[in-house]
């Protein structure tokens, strides 16, 4: 005997409540918080726990966890249900039950979320009979159209769901075949080759000590104007160097056009061997 016919032996051996009965009990708990008229108006009732489940287990989540999660919402029914409504207490505690079945099945459904609002979560669990009751009458227009109409929803909305519906999670580490191999093992490697990374840190590293190089050949007062205005995230305005340095803004401007001649023809040899390298083809 499996775990779930061990349970469903077990409380259909839990006998049903008269009305009053209930009445009785939901009355105490209100009023008193009597936790033993608590459990058993729920033990009482946890069969349609299971019937309602029962309804959605095409949604590829276990019977048990959905009457696990039924079983919350009947707990959930319980605590907020009023005896005085007239009303028997499955009557409004399906309402309970089925929120919280539905919130599993859409939470295990997709990473993404899904029937976040209530024309989703219509769509989403009604959709398929719509469908197929929309083409069993026919009628004018597209199916996507008639099915919208059907459900009182936006044309948009059928498309979208649908789409969602077929383009399930799929594990990464998910087997394909009997390989051995997994999902990721046929991703594309967006990383370059190994050694095509270690010759381009090397570039950068002979690059680097070719400027440290040259910047060793200004005088402090170009290395300091091209540190500045150069290579800092936020360049100095030449009005503010000139008067660091107490000169004109013109002469810093003038400081920085030699500077920068300077390096340019430190790095000519750079620049020619760069462009060496990028004219020859690839093998």
């Known amino acids: 005997m499996t775990q779930m016919e061990q349970y469903l032996s077990e409380i259909s051996r839990i006998p049903l409540l ?4 209930e009445t009785r009990l939901a009355r105490a708990f209100r009023d008193t ?6 459990h058993v108006l729920m033990t ?3 069969r349609f726990v299971v019937k309602v489940a029962w309804g959605y287990r095409s949604y590829g989540v276990s019977v048990t966890d959905l009457v696990q999660e039924g079983n919350i919402g009947l707990m959930k029914a319980v605590q907020k249900f009023d005896p005085d409504l007239g009303i028997r207490l499955i009557s409004y505690a399906v309402w309970w039950i089925r929120a919280y079945i539905q919130n599993c099945i859409l939470h295990s459904w997709s990473l993404v979320k899904l029937g976040t609002t209530q024309s989703q979560r219509k ?3 009604s959709m398929g009979r719509a469908r197929r009751e929309a083409e069993r009458d026919g009628g004018g227009g597209d199916i996507v159209h008639r099915v919208a109409r059907r459900m009182r929803v936006a044309e948009a909305d059928v498309c979208d769901m649908e789409q969602r519906l077929e383009g399930r999670d799929l594990s990464l580490d998910a087997p394909v075949g009997e390989t ?3 999902h990721v093992d046929f991703l594309a490697d967006v990383l370059p080759p190994q050694d095509d990374a270690l010759s381009s840190a090397q570039e950068a590293l002979s690059i680097s000590l070719e400027v440290r190089q ?10 300091l104007i091209v540190e500045r205005r150069l290579m800092a995230d936020r360049p100095a305005t030449l009005k503010d160097l000139g008067e660091s340095l107490g000169f004109s803004r013109e002469r810093a401007r003038q400081l920085e056009l030699r500077a920068r001649q300077k ?4 790095l000519r040899g750079v620049e020619r061997e760069l462009a060496t390298e990028r004219a020859v083809p690839a093998h």
């Open 180 to 182: 051995g191999a997994s």
């Open 18 to 21: 008269s009305p009053e009965e």
């Open 44 to 46: 009482s009732n946890l």
């Open 263 to 266: 390096l340019r023809h430190a």
């Open 214 to 223: 040259a910047l060793n050949r200004l005088d402090p007062r170009e290395r």
């Open 33 to 38: 918080g009597d936790s033993r008229a608590a």
């Open 123 to 125: 769509l989403f669990f």
